[in-house]
């Protein structure tokens, strides 16, 4: 497997750009890639990452890995975009998505967004049980410290 990978500032323009079979696109920090059609075996992005394209037809990816640098949400329009202005949307159906942080964990607990037709235009991740555990028990001593006063 070949791995193209464009980090920090890099910035690719052209025609066309396809990565087929095994082979991998990453995108990663602030890189951007600006291209009328982009097909993908695999494309990992991370939450900075730029990836603009004619239109929403024009790209398609088979396997998509979502890189969070921090817990926010991030909506596939701040990634992906269409010049001609059409929003670019991804099915669960036709597009293997995972998300991981940069160290390469995948999150099993992730949210996705839709749209009105049931595309997944974003994402965030869910907190661990042991995180909310915490908050709550958290809240609890605080209303607990409260009542005694």
Same mark, same amino acid.
């Given at each position: 497997?070949? *791995?193209?990978? @464009? &980090?920090?500032? *890099?910035? @690719? *323009?052209? *025609? ?5 079979? %095994?082979?991998? +696109?990453?995108? +990663?920090?602030? /890189? ?12 990992? $992005?991370?939450?900075? /990452? ?5 239109? /929403? ?18 909506? @596939?329009?701040? !990634?992906? &975009?269409?010049?001609?202005? %059409?929003?670019?949307? @991804? =099915? /669960?159906? %036709? %597009?293997?998505? =995972? $998300?991981?942080?940069?160290?390469? #964990? ?18 965030? #991740?869910?907190? #661990?049980?042991?995180?909310? =555990?915490? !908050?709550?028990?958290? +809240? ?10």
């Amino acid at each position: 497997m070949q *791995t193209l990978f @464009f &980090s920090g500032n *890099t910035s @690719f *323009t052209g *025609t066309s750009l396809l990565v087929e079979n %095994t082979n991998k +696109l990453s995108l +990663l920090n602030s /890189a951007s890639v600006k291209v009328d059609s982009l097909s993908a075996s695999n494309l990992s $992005v991370s939450q900075n /990452a730029r990836v603009s394209v004619s239109s /929403a037809s024009d790209l398609s990816v088979d396997n998509l890995n979502i890189i969070l640098d921090d817990i926010s949400p991030v909506s @596939f329009a701040d !990634i992906f &975009s269409a010049s001609d202005g %059409t929003s670019i949307v @991804f =099915s /669960a159906e %036709t %597009t293997n998505i =995972s $998300v991981m942080n940069s160290s390469g #964990e995948v999150y099993n607990d992730v949210d996705f967004a839709y749209d009105g037709d049931g595309n997944i235009i974003g994402i965030s #991740e869910v907190p #661990e049980p042991s995180a909310l =555990s915490a !908050i709550i028990g958290s +809240l609890a001593l605080i209303f607990a410290l409260r009542r005694r006063r």
